[in-house]
C-alpha cells in the first residue's frame, strides 16, 4: 500500500426520508424484504450529496438495522447497488446479517441504476437525486454479451470490452463510496449509536467487481483522517480479474466453480475470470476460496420473480434447479472476515478447485462434481451431479442444476439413509470447525438429512 494517501471526504446525509403509504423508498429487487420484521429490523432511507470527481452528486442510501440498536454489535456491511438494479449482498447474506446483528447499508453509487431504476420509479421522491450523465441502466441490460456457440477467446474479449463501459459510465461511484463509509463511522442523523466499529465491503457479480477494483485503485489513497483505511476488510465475490494485492486490511475472494471460463462457456456468457491469473499465495491479509459446486446465483431459496423468470427455462432431463447453499456460505464467510478484520481470528488457508494442469478446466470425480476448492455437504456427502451454469443460455446460466444420483450409487457410497446420514454429520461438523458453516445453517442441512430417504 502507498504510503501516501487523500483524506475522503464525507458525505453530507440527511433523514431518515418520511414514508407514507403511497410513498415509500424503492426496493429494487424486494427479496427477503419480507423477513425484515422476522429478525425484529427496520428499514430507513437517508440522502446523501457531495462533490465526486469533480461534479456535484446526490443520492440514496438504504440502511437496515436492528429496532433495538442495544443489540447492534457495531458491525456494518456496506454493498453497492447492482448496474442495473438489486442488491446482491442483502439477498446472499440477509439472514446472518440480521442474526448477527450487523447493520446493512446499500449505497446507490452507481448512476446507471440510480438514475434509471430507483429515481425511474419514483420522480418525484428523488428530484434532487444527481449525477455526472453517462449511459443508464437500461443500456447495459439490454446489452449484455451473448454469442451462438462462440469461442472462449471471442466471450472473453466481449465481456472485458463490456466492463470498461461500468466503469466509464460511474466515474463519481468509488468517491461516493468512500465518504459515505467515513461518515458512517459517526453515526446517522440522529441516531449516534450507529457509529460503525467494524466495516466491511462486500460485493456479488458486477458489484464483487466494484469491490475488486476499489481494493485495487482506492484503498491506498481515499483514506480516513488520520490515514486509516475507510473500510476495515473486503468480500469481494463471483466477479474476477487478475491477483489482488495485498493491503492494510485483510481481502477473502470467493469464487464458485461457475466463475470460470470453462464451465460458463457453453451458456454463451463469459466467465469472471481469466484462466488462473486470479490466484495468488495466501498472506496475512488475503484468502481465496473457490467453492465446489456453487452457481453464480443461488436456487435454493427462490424469490417469486425468480420462479417466474425461470419459469420456462428448460433444464436436463431427470434434472431439478440447484439446492446448493451459496448463501450458507456467504454467511460462514461474513463471520470469518468480520473476526479477523476484529483481529479475533485467523481463518483457514485458501481453498482452491483442482484444475486439468496449468488450464481452468476442473478436474471432476466419477459423477461429474468438481474436485478440491471448498468443500460442503453437497460434494462430500453428495445426493447429486451439480452443474453449476446451466447450458442453455440466458438467464438460466445464472443458475446451477442438479440431477440425483441413481438409488443403486447412494446404495454404494452409503449403504442405507443411516449411513448417508452420518456421513453428512461428519462432513457438517468438520465444515463447523473449520469456520465454513455456521450452527444455525448446519442445523438446517442436518432437518434436510433427515429427510432424505433410498
Not at 99 to 111: K, P
Not at 322 to 329: G, K, L, T
Not at 412 to 426: I, K, N, Q, T
Request: proline letters at 6%; charged letters at 25%; a negative charge.
Amino acid at each position: 500500500m502507498t504510503t501516501r494517501h487523500a483524506v475522503a471526504k464525507h458525505a453530507l446525509i440527511t433523514g431518515p426520508v418520511a414514508e407514507t403509504a403511497d410513498d415509500r423508498a424503492v426496493v429494487l429487487e424486494p427479496y427477503a424484504v419480507d423477513r425484515i420484521p422476522t429478525y425484529d429490523y427496520v428499514q430507513e432511507e437517508y440522502l446523501v450529496s457531495g462533490t465526486a470527481a469533480g461534479d456535484p452528486y446526490s443520492t440514496r442510501v438504504l440502511v437496515r438495522r436492528p429496532a433495538d440498536m442495544a443489540l447492534y454489535t457495531g458491525r456494518a456491511l456496506a454493498e453497492v447497488s447492482h448496474i442495473w438494479g438489486g442488491n446482491s449482498v442483502w439477498r446472499a447474506f440477509n439472514r446472518q446479517i440480521m442474526r448477527g446483528g450487523f447493520m446493512w447499508i446499500g449505497i446507490d453509487s452507481q448512476a446507471p441504476s440510480a438514475l434509471d431504476l430507483v429515481k425511474g420509479r419514483n420522480e418525484r421522491r428523488y428530484a434532487d437525486m444527481t449525477f455526472t450523465p453517462g449511459e443508464l441502466a437500461g443500456d447495459f441490460a439490454a446489452s449484455i454479451p451473448f454469442t451462438e456457440d462462440p469461442t472462449p477467446e471471442v466471450l472473453a474479449r466481449q465481456y472485458d470490452e463490456f466492463k470498461e463501459r461500468w466503469w466509464r459510465a460511474t466515474p463519481q461511484s468509488f468517491d461516493i463510496i468512500a465518504q459515505v463509509a467515513n461518515t458512517l463511522r459517526e453515526g446517522l442523523p440522529g441516531l449516534p449509536e450507529a457509529a460503525v466499529e467494524t466495516l466491511l465491503f462486500s460485493g456479488i457479480s458486477q458489484t464483487g467487481g466494484v469491490v475488486r477494483r476499489f481494493v485495487e485503485r482506492y484503498h491506498g489513497h481515499l483514506r480516513r483522517p488520520g490515514g486509516g483505511p475507510v473500510f476495515d476488510g473486503y468480500l469481494p465475490g463471483a466477479s474476477g480479474g487478475p491477483a489482488l494485492p495485498d493491503v492494510d486490511v485483510p481481502v477473502m475472494e470467493v469464487l464458485g466453480e461457475a466463475e470460470f471460463q470453462s464451465v460458463r462457456w457453453a451458456c454463451g456468457v463469459s466467465g469472471q475470470v481469466r484462466g488462473l491469473t486470479h490466484r495468488r499465495p495466501d498472506s496475512a491479509v488475503f484468502r481465496l476460496y473457490e467453492v465446489a459446486g456453487m452457481a453464480h446465483r443461488e436456487t435454493r431459496y427462490m424469490s417469486d420473480l425468480d420462479r417466474e423468470r425461470l419459469r420456462d427455462c428448460p433444464l436436463p432431463e431427470g434434472a431439478r434447479w440447484s439446492s446448493f447453499p451459496n448463501s450458507f456460505v456467504y454467511n460462514a464467510l461474513l463471520e470469518l472476515l468480520s473476526g479477523w478484520a476484529r483481529g479475533e481470528l485467523v481463518p483457514p488457508g485458501s481453498r482452491l478447485l483442482e484444475t486439468v494442469g496449468d488450464t481452468d478446466t476442473l478436474a471432476r470425480d466419477a459423477r461429474g462434481n468438481a474436485l478440491g476448492g471448498l468443500r460442503t455437504t453437497y460434494t462430500d456427502a453428495p445426493l447429486s451431479r451439480l452443474v453449476a451454469a446451466t447450458p442453455v443460455g440466458r438467464p438460466s446460466w445464472y443458475h446451477g442444476n442438479e440431477t440425483p444420483l441413481a438409488e443403486d450409487d447412494l446404495v454404494r457410497l452409503y449403504g442405507d439413509a443411516d449411513g448417508y446420514r452420518r456421513v453428512h454429520s461428519r462432513v457438517a461438523d468438520r465444515m463447523v470447525g473449520e469456520g465454513f458453516l455456521v450452527a444455525e445453517d448446519a442445523e438446517a442441512l442436518r432437518l434436510g438429512a433427515e429427510q432424505v430417504t433410498f
